[in-house]
């Protein structure tokens, strides 16, 4: 930490604490915790269906995800054009590797839409999560992102790409089974049950989005002073914004990103069958 330059470490800071409101609000916004029915199964369902989507899901077995090329430029603090342009070409990058993973794993696979909003947006999930930078909508299998001043304030890259990876790796959660069977298993238990349920969900997509991150690491700019700098933040911060934790705590959302990043593979992060005391 001490090694950092101020400025890019500030911006860091200050980057992640937006990146730690807006990394779960896939959950809040697309799969409201207590609903009078279960969901029916959308169109395009992955075949994988019930428990085994989310313990024994074939992408777990598809090896590392690719590295791919991912020139998606800089962010320049204040401008809303240079943020859409980033965030949309890091979709298009994470829309390349997974397309590539779901081909390995013999499963189907279409990019969600991407919406950026300049006010907190409704969409057929409802309403926008309160606090949130943006969530994943798995009713109509769209990523919306907020073009907030927070958001604007902060040009550092690495974290905006680590949040767009989060809300995608949702979409991948859907169309690979897994968030399906998480929406009926959370209509059927408990209280503390959805809980747990909901930070096995969480800290998987925190997990997924750090694998992509290792794969487009050079051309994101993700140095390894920076990405040990956002896992130190996480630990300690990561959890502050969820006080239900329905999130993880903040020590589980670092391992489960360090995890990702460091084998870089959707089997690492198979949080499902992981023991409670790293999903807690």
Known sequence: ?????????????????????????????AIPLASAQPPPPPAGTSP???????????????GRLPSVACPAGKIKAGSAASYRTFMTRVSRC????????????????????LRFATSRVSSPCGKWPAGAGGYYCSSNRTVYIGLTRAALKNP????????????????????AGILPYYSRAVWRARASARLALSRRLELQADCLAAAFLR??????QVTPEHWEAMLEWTAR????????NDHGRGSSQAYWMKRGFERGTPGACNTFTAPRSVVD
């Open 237 to 244: 911060n990561g959890h502050k914004s969820w006080p239900k």
């Open 94 to 113: 994470l829309g390349t590797a997974w397309g590539i993973q779901f081909g390995k794993a013999g499963l189907d696979f279409t990019p969600p839409k």
């Open 156 to 175: 550092y890259g690495p974290n905006h790409a680590q949040f767009m990876a989060h809300e995608y790796a949702h979409h991948v959660q859907q169309l």
């Open 1 to 29: 930490m001490s090694a950092l330059p101020l400025g890019p470490l500030s911006s860091l800071v200050t980057a992640a604490l937006s990146f730690s409101l807006a990394a779960g609000a896939g959950q809040a916004g």
């Open 215 to 220: 794969g487009a690491a050079d051309d994101l």
């Open 48 to 62: 994988i269906q019930g428990r085994t989507a989310a313990t024994a899901n074939p992408l777990y077995d598809s």
